[in-house]
């Protein structure tokens, strides 16, 4: 299958200040790609969705202020969490797929956590 | 996206075939049937997917019901790192947001 990679793997922060994850596509174009959310014992839950060249489309109850997205070529996306905070702390994982109809590929996620 | 149904776990001893089900009786023509797994602390691993009909891989095998309103994912020799949360996921045709629920927990017993 296709495989995505995620840096860093996992990272310590102090509260307020900004931390940026990248999520590569490594043996496909990854048209559209999706950012996820993951707190310890639950499931994964969908942050925002970008394709390439446009602005994220994020759900419901996640700020675009404090989550940037760029999606800004067809093999990286990034993911900034502005002023983290404790709160922000959790799994992040990304995922890409090479067209809105094909197969997810999943990252291996970052680990993050705040201080 | 249509939901699913899972149980919330499953024992199965090694090296036997394990039978996960899932329900999606609200299913549309168009929409997939995926199948994921993750394993702790990882990323959720692609496992197989279709629409009308049984497809296998080298992974897993996957049943689909005439009515398209069931599922079985099957392991066919599931061994010790086959112990995952496994999902069953129909994302909307044309639409590639899925939406996970709480999947189910296989544990593989030697």
């Known amino acids: 299958g296709a495989v995505v990679s995620q840096h860093p793997s996992w990272v310590i922060c102090k509260s307020g200040t900004s931390v940026k994850i990248e999520c590569r596509s490594l043996?496909?174009?990854?048209?559209?790609m999706f950012w996820y959310r993951q707190f310890p014992k639950q499931s994964l839950m969908l942050m925002a969705t970008?394709?390439?060249?446009?602005?994220?489309?994020?759900e419901q109850g996640v700020e675009k202020d404090k989550f940037l997205i760029n999606h800004a070529s067809l093999t990286l996306s990034t993911l900034t969490v502005t002023s983290a905070h404790p709160e922000d702390s959790s799994f992040y994982i990304c995922?890409?797929?090479?067209?809105?109809?094909?197969?997810?590929?999943f990252g291996p996620g970052t680990r993050l956590l705040v201080l | 996206d249509a939901k699913t149904t899972q149980p919330p776990s499953m024992d199965c001893a090694e090296g036997r075939a394990a039978n996960l089900p899932c329900n999606h009786s609200?299913?549309?023509?168009?929409?997939?049937v995926y199948w994921y797994r993750q394993i702790h602390s990882q990323g959720p691993q692609y496992i197989i997917h279709?629409?009308?009909n049984n497809e296998t891989n080298e992974m897993a095998s996957l049943i689909i019901t005439e009515d398209r309103k069931s599922s079985t994912l099957i392991l066919p020799h599931a061994t010790l790192r086959d112990t995952a949360v496994y999902y069953c996921?129909?994302?909307?045709?044309?639409?590639?947001?899925?939406?996970f629920g709480t999947g189910t927990k296989l544990q593989v017993i030697p």
């Open positions: 995922s890409g797929s090479a067209a809105v109809q094909e197969t997810q590929y």
């Open positions: 043996d496909f174009q990854a048209t559209t």
């Open positions: 970008s394709n390439e060249g446009s602005k994220a489309t994020y």
């Open positions: 609200t299913i549309s023509g168009n929409e997939y």
């Open positions: 279709g629409l009308k």
């Open positions: 996921i129909a994302p909307p045709g044309g639409y590639q947001k899925v939406t």
